[in-house]
């Protein structure tokens, strides 16, 4: 486990290279959920890839927001909580990636490009759906990933037309508590 306050790394691995990296701050990690914080200007390391460039290749470092990530190893989505830099909350946002690897010094995961934003009063949109088509058509996923990524959506909503998500013990975490 990692310890409150340490700087890991946050890796993208695609088929088996690290493809982007980039510093995290771990918020709690109890073994089962690894919550880490994102700040602004979190500087991007890009390394050469057989792949290609990394489609963020053109930013140097986080944008202007604060995220909240919350990961757990079985889970084929991060949760991310995201603020405006005053610590204003903005949205919570599901991003379907692999289920986190722990490695020294860090997790590795990957994204998969399909995203579910779900706004302060509950209303959900889908983001970047066509993404998940893109990635498979250039290679970088199969096309069993993507039902993959299918079923965990739909498992997602589920979750949630259900209320029962198992990243609400952090509604009411702000940026200011770390």
């Excluded at 994102?38 to 500087?43: H, K, Y």
Aim: hydrophobic share 40%; net charge negative; proline share 7%.
């Amino acid at each position: 486990m990692f310890a409150p306050g340490e700087v890991i790394s946050r890796r993208e691995v695609l088929h088996g290279d690290l493809w982007l990296s980039a510093p995290v701050t771990v918020v709690a990690d109890d073994g089962e959920v690894l919550a880490t914080r994102c700040d602004p200007g979190a500087p991007f390391h890009f390394p050469e890839h057989p792949f290609g460039p990394h489609p963020w290749r053109a930013h140097r470092q986080w944008g202007g927001s604060i995220v909240l990530h919350l990961s757990r190893a079985d889970t084929a989505y991060g949760v991310w909580k995201f603020f405006e830099t005053d610590g204003t909350f903005r949205y919570w946002y599901l991003n379907f990636e692999p289920p986190i690897v722990r490695v020294d010094g860090g997790f590795e995961t990957d994204d998969y490009g399909l995203d579910l934003i779900i706004w302060p009063d509950g209303r959900r949109e889908w983001k970047d759906v066509e993404d998940l088509h893109h990635q498979r058509a250039e290679g970088r996923i199969t096309a069993e990933t993507v039902g993959e990524v299918l079923a965990t959506a739909a498992y997602v909503v589920d979750l949630l037309d259900r209320d029962e998500r198992w990243w609400s013990d952090w509604d009411d975490w702000t940026p200011a508590q770390t």
